[in-house]
């Protein structure tokens, strides 16, 4: 199904669809072309978990999250996770593994998200483009439980992967 292009810029497209429905009506829908992305779930050696402290321009907030980052140009997801865990965090890992993917927002977008776990890591310095505001904030598992119990942490792609590795991680 493809509609007509409104919008693109180097990372996304809104394009603008005509559904007909099954009574013979038509709709538009609006849909945001996303090529995809990446969120690592970083664990240091003694369990303890690497967040990001990122300002979110679309909030006019600053969430607590797992780093993460768009897929650009043929980069493999892995590849791509190993280099936004270095830029956002500073840390490199020896190992560095998938765990799922996912539809962050399928009513009105087709990004996929795909979830690595990293560990091994050693601690470096960070690589943040020039517009970014990113604070490393390192926390046990008990306080980033506590912070999705609590509302504290609210990111859609970091409750993901979080919750699933509570659940089925190792």
């Known amino acids: 199904m493809s509609g007509k292009v409104v919008y693109r810029d180097s990372r996304v497209a809104l394009e603008v ?3 007909v429905g099954r009574d013979g009506s038509t709709k538009t829908k609006a849909v945001l072309r996303h090529p995809g992305a990446v969120v690592i779930l970083p664990l240091l050696d003694d369990g303890r978990v690497v967040l990001i402290e990122n300002r979110r321009v679309a909030l006019g907030a600053t969430l607590l999250e797992l780093p993460a980052g768009t897929l ?5 997801p892995i590849d791509q996770a190993a280099r936004e865990l270095r830029e956002e965090t500073g840390y490199v890992a020896s190992a560095i593994e998938p765990l799922l993917s996912f539809y962050a927002s399928p009513g009105i977008c087709d990004e996929r998200m795909h979830g ?3 560990r091994g ?3 470096g310095t960070q690589e943040l483009d020039p517009t970014e505001e990113i604070a490393v904030a390192v926390r046990t598992w008990d306080e980033v439980m506590r912070a999705i119990r609590d ?3 609210v990111d859609g792609k970091s409750l993901a992967l979080l ?3 509570d659940r089925f991680g190792t």
């Open 17 to 19: 669809l005509e559904l």
């Open 72 to 76: 650009e140009g043929d980069e493999a």
């Open 163 to 165: 919750l699933y590795w």
């Open 151 to 153: 509302g504290g942490l």
């Open 121 to 123: 890591l050693v601690a």
């Open 116 to 118: 690595f776990v990293a």
